[in-house]
Each structure stands twice: as C-alpha cells, then as structure tokens.
C-alpha cells in the first residue's frame, strides 16, 4: 500500500509539470506556473538537504547501526553524501524552474525566428 501511495503522490505532484495530451484540459498551469511550481518543489529538498549538511552528528538512528555497504564509509559521511544528493536534485529542479521562467513563451505569441 505504501508503493501504490507514493506513486500515486509522485504522478499528482508531476502531472502539473508535463503537459497535458488535451488542449482542451482544464488543469493546464501556464509556464510561469509550472516554473513557480518548480521552485516550490525545490524548496524541501534545498532545507533538508542543507540541515543534514550542517548537522555534525548523525540524525537518523538507523545510519549508526544498519548494515554498511561500504564499510569504510563512516555514517556521518554517508549522510553528508545523502545531503548532497538531496540538495543537488533541489538545486536541479531550482535550475529548471529559472530556465522555464526565463524562456520566451509560445502562449504569449513569442516564437524563435527560423
């Protein structure tokens, strides 16, 4: 049940991204819309992969004491890696919000010259 949640949640939360097949659907969110919806996303990831950073003890239990892969990797090292990452997809999404927002629209009639 878990799994059928998260995918439901995950394609609710992309669906407003990608366009949807229909022009006539009634959903449809703007380009700046969508790329203000981008940044919102970001948002958690950048403040969560920030405090899991900063923090210079291990946060979560389980890193302490759960199997390692790899076994010369310290737990608080491997969280600040896990930090990165979780930071680096919210710098990402960020990244793609200001290229969406920054792109000339076709809904404003602005088109590149051939």
Same mark, same amino acid.
Not at 53 to 61: A, D, E, H, K
Not at 89 to 105: D, E, K, Q, T
């Given at each position: 049940m878990p799994?059928?949640?998260m995918?439901?949640?995950?394609?609710?939360?992309?669906?407003?991204i990608?366009?949807?097949t229909?022009?006539?659907?009634?959903?449809?969110?703007s380009?700046?819309?969508? %790329?203000v919806? =981008?940044m919102?996303m970001?948002?958690?990831? &950048? $403040?969560d992969g920030? /405090?899991l950073w900063l923090?210079p003890?291990?946060?979560y239990?389980?890193?302490?004491?759960?199997?390692?892969? %790899?076994r010369? =990797?310290s737990p608080?090292?491997?969280?600040? &890696? $896990?930090?990165?990452? /979780?930071?680096?997809?919210?710098?990402a999404?960020l990244?793609?919000?200001?290229?969406?927002?920054?792109?000339?629209s076709?809904?404003?009639?602005?088109v590149?010259?051939?």
């Amino acid at each position: 049940m878990p799994h059928l949640t998260m995918l439901i949640a995950g394609t609710l939360l992309w669906w407003t991204i990608l366009r949807p097949t229909s022009d006539q659907c009634a959903l449809r969110m703007s380009e700046r819309g969508r %790329a203000v919806y =981008l940044m919102m996303m970001s948002v958690p990831m &950048l $403040a969560d992969g920030t /405090v899991l950073w900063l923090v210079p003890r291990i946060v979560y239990q389980p890193y302490a004491v759960g199997p390692r892969l %790899a076994r010369w =990797l310290s737990p608080l090292v491997d969280q600040h &890696l $896990a930090a990165a990452a /979780v930071g680096g997809f919210g710098l990402a999404y960020l990244s793609m919000a200001i290229l969406l927002a920054s792109s000339p629209s076709r809904e404003r009639g602005l088109v590149a010259a051939d």
